[in-house]
């Protein structure tokens, strides 16, 4: 089903951070983030070898790729360094000198570098050594885990719950099937998940703690892809089917592609026509399954697989405190925790999040106060702790609920909504 409308209020929302494949890496490349490495090099010299018996020393470039953007670098003399952002995940792929695939960087059963909770913040080195290829993963020499990169075992066994997604990174970044990588003709596609829990618990109030009891019955999905600014479609010819065996015959399709923009979002959804007792946003969005999916736009097919969908055990739960004053807002405290209870570091696993208020008069977006400055979103320059707003006439006995969205690392936005028992 084809359809172009507006879409839910909080879809719009969450489309505000979107994938660009052609993103440029501006950072200054004597300071900040540094991961640097070492491969063999080739002890003979002009041997060309079939893309089946490709070794690590045929390698000439590294990928570069999270959700944000993708980046080439060239391999020298059997070395490089990369300059990646601080508070993101990426994945490393390295390429020969015909961009064909040799292999993908793993440790600790990961296939990412979770870059947001670092021993040094933005001005820590990551130096993998000399690295070695097994099949296709590409082991450091040195493991950064506990070291540089730190995670809990806890956050560790979340991450490599969502593993899946990455081992889908090296199918999906040739979605033509031409031999290329899209991102080279700025053609890329990335797929993420929009997960909305309509019902978490209910926010805390001062010193009163707060009740979290995420309804895992009452859950909305919502896939989303993003395409580079030259995938274009023309007359509505998009369409989005799948998985490969056992397709659905259920899924929606909605999109946007901004004014003046030639990029664009689709957003795909399965809703089962149930509208949930106590629930926020209507129709219950069903889940998809793990496969390959086909995205057409006009007579042109483009497969991907979807390996994203471990979402409860790795969900991370923001769970707002009011603070107030009287009964005036004052702030909104923050603390985070995957839904079996353990604590977490908001900084290993998020990118950005921001907090809404829905009271009698409408929805309100709290901006947070830093110094002279203010921002829609928290991120990990402004820590994760506490929203503080700009000036706020909203009263605690006014509240509906409060609504926490965030994007985690690996570029999934979640919705996370707390109603007021108060």
């Known amino acids: ?204 109030h001062n010193d009163r703690l707060p009740e979290v009891e995420p309804d895992s019955s009452c859950v909305n999905y919502t896939l989303q892809i993003s395409s580079g600014p030259d995938l274009q479609f023309s007359d509505n010819n998009i369409s989005f089917y799948g998985p490969e065996g056992e397709p659905y015959d259920d899924m929606q399709l909605n999109y946007i592609i901004e004014e003046g923009e030639t990029l664009f979002n689709a957003y795909i959804s399965r809703p089962n026509g149930q509208i949930r007792e106590g629930a926020c946003c209507g129709d219950l969005l069903l889940p998809f399954k793990k496969g390959e999916y086909t995205l057409k736009l006009d007579e042109l097919e483009y497969k991907l697989i979807y390996a994203n969908n471990q979402y409860y055990s790795a969900l991370v739960l923001a769970v707002p405190s009011i603070i107030t004053n009287g009964d005036t807002l004052k702030s909104i405290r923050l603390e985070y925790q995957l839904t079996n209870g353990t604590k977490v570091e908001p900084s290993a696993m998020l990118n950005i999040l921001y907090a809404q208020i829905t009271d009698s008069s409408g929805m309100h977006d709290i901006p947070h106060v830093t110094g002279s400055d203010c921002s829609d979103w928290l991120s990990i320059r402004t820590g994760f702790d506490s929203i503080v707003p700009a000036g706020s006439n909203i009263l605690l006995r006014e509240i509906q609920h409060v609504s926490v969205w965030y994007d985690d690392i690996l570029g999934n936005h979640y919705a996370l909504i707390f109603p007021n028992a108060y």
């Not at 079939?50 to 390698?59: K, P, Y």
């Not at 070395?79 to 993908?104: K, M, N, Q, V």
């Open 1 to 204: 089903m084809r359809t172009k409308i507006s879409l839910l209020a909080c879809l719009l929302c969450l489309a505000a951070c979107q994938y660009n494949n052609d993103r440029e890496h501006e950072q200054d490349q004597n300071q900040g983030l540094l991961i640097k490495g070492q491969i063999p090099q080739r002890t003979k010299a002009g041997l060309t070898r079939s893309a089946d018996n490709l070794s690590l020393e045929d390698a000439d470039k590294v990928l570069m790729l999270s959700y944000w953007g993708n980046q080439f670098i060239d391999i020298d003399s059997g070395r490089f360094s990369i300059y990646p952002e601080w508070g993101t995940a990426i994945a490393l792929l390295f390429l020969d000198s015909a961009y064909r695939y040799i292999g993908h960087l793993s440790t600790r059963g990961l296939n990412l570098l979770p870059l947001g909770n670092l021993s040094e913040g933005e001005n820590t080195l990551i130096d993998l050594s000399m690295l070695r290829l097994e099949g296709h993963t590409v082991i450091p020499g040195y493991d950064p885990f506990g070291n540089e990169i730190l995670l809990s075992e806890k956050e560790l066994q979340a991450l490599q719950s969502l593993g899946e997604y990455y081992n889908a990174i090296a199918y999906n970044m040739d979605a033509d099937r031409d031999g290329q990588p899209d991102c080279l003709s700025g053609k890329g596609l990335m797929m993420s998940t929009i997960v909305v829990y309509p019902r978490c618990g209910r926010f805390g």
